[in-house]
């Protein structure tokens, strides 16, 4: 083969590549576009959430209760802590698991467990 058809042979092939790699390189912009359109459109559901967030009025944290009851009101909270989790309520876990609800030793209250911790107190 004569050097002027590997030449041109050599230039044939480079330009399929070329082509190739250009039309790989579109439909990579292709795809990018379509990345970022959901990108934008995820970060501004996001946003809109955050803003739901954000109460539009005062509250107060039921941390900030806590410690206003603690702090202010001198309430005992290991006290109370210790009234919830009685002994019968510490039983009725042991006994029947992680999740249930459990009423205390007096009957004055139950508790609602999930996964090992008491989530609230039903009179």
Sequence with gaps: MNNSLKKTRNL??????????ETEEKILDH???KLERERDKKKQKRVQLAEKLTPKDLIV?????????ERIEGMDLDRVR???????IVDCHKKLGN????????????????????????P
């Excluded at 044939?12 to 790699?21: E, F, N, R, V």
């Excluded at 944290?61 to 009851?69: C, D, P, T």
């Excluded at 999740?99 to 039903?122: R, W």
């Design 99 to 122: 999740n249930g609800e459990y009423p205390s030793l007096d009957s004055s209250f139950k508790v609602k467990i999930k996964n090992n911790v008491i989530t609230t107190v039903i």
């Design 31 to 33: 795809q990018i576009k």
């Design 12 to 21: 044939k092939m480079l330009q399929s590549m070329h082509y190739d790699t």
């Design 61 to 69: 944290s039921e941390h900030a209760l806590l410690r206003y009851l």
């Design 82 to 88: 210790k009234i919830i989790l009685d002994m019968q």
